[in-house]
């Protein structure tokens, strides 16, 4: 049973599916589902869905004689998702308590979520337990801050004109990108094969302007940072010179990323 969601969080899912998949997210997607090994007739599971980039790139190797569900916290990013694709099964839920019986799933996979589950370990236990023995599961998050340069130098930005708070909130999604961090989290997890290994791929966003404004309004306030409207104009100002390289003479700008992607089977 799904939540009806409210317009502000219709809007938000919209505007996420517009702006972020593109950007960043929908090009790792197969990356992920193909490190996963999912191959036609699996049943596979994506956690923290969001609009559904990742359950669609495992519904396309599972095919129609297998079974994709997606789950989110969020009822928003659901009901944009299952407008895309209605053949997959959306289900609302969290990650640390995983609403499917013991080995339900081939696969479980999620991507660019893990770093924001209120406990890591307990959501990468719940993964393994809904996979059936010889399941796969496949994890990615993001590098190190230092190996996307772009945001690297917009937590510069941000540290130099709105304080360490704001500064900080663009920090977290980096949060597991040291390796022996990212490791530990796995520790105890019951899991075989353990393996992770670094991708290189690209951002991608229509200008500098929609980049950090993107943040500035939409993604410092989930993280209880409100800046006033002066504070944004002037950081907006400076971002045009602060990350003008990395745009091209269209004005789209372009900088590489790095994620780690976490491979393991259940026993």
């Known amino acids: 049973m799904r939540e009806v969601p409210s317009q502000p969080q219709l809007d938000a899912a919209v505007a996420y599916d517009t702006l972020f998949v593109p950007a960043l997210f929908g090009p790792w997607a197969p990356r992920v589902a193909e490190a996963a090994h999912t191959g036609p007739g699996d049943r596979a599971l994506d956690v923290a869905c969001g609009t559904g980039v990742l359950a669609r790139s495992l519904f396309a190797r599972a095919g129609t004689s297998g079974v994709v569900d997606g789950l989110d916290p969020d009822p928003g990013m659901l009901a944009v998702a299952a407008l895309s694709a209605p053949a997959i099964t959306w289900q609302q839920g969290v990650a640390e308590a995983l609403p499917y019986p013991d080995q339900s799933f081939d696969v479980v996979a999620s991507q660019f979520g893990l770093m924001f589950f209120a ?3 307990t959501a990468v236990a719940e993964m393994v ?3 059936a023995p010889g399941g796969r599961l496949a994890v990615a998050v993001w590098g190190p801050l230092e190996s996307s340069p772009g945001y690297r130098d917009e937590v510069a930005l941000l540290e130099r004109t709105a304080g360490k708070q704001a500064a900080d909130a663009v920090r977290v999604p980096f949060l597991l990108g040291d390796r022996q961090t990212l490791a530990a989290t796995f520790t105890g997890a019951g899991v075989a094969a353990l393996r992770i290994t670094t991708q290189q791929g690209n951002a991608r966003f229509p200008s500098v302007r929609t980049m950090v404004e993107a943040d500035l309004r939409g993604w410092l306030p989930v993280m209880g940072v409100a800046l006033t409207e002066t504070q944004i104009a002037g950081i907006l100002q400076e971002a045009e010179s602060a990350l003008g390289a990395y745009a091209d003479e269209t ?16 026993p």
């Open 119 to 121: 406990n890591r370990a």
């Open 251 to 266: 004005g789209a700008v372009t900088f590489p990323v790095t994620a780690h992607i976490v491979t393991a089977t259940r």
């Open 129 to 131: 337990r809904v996979l």
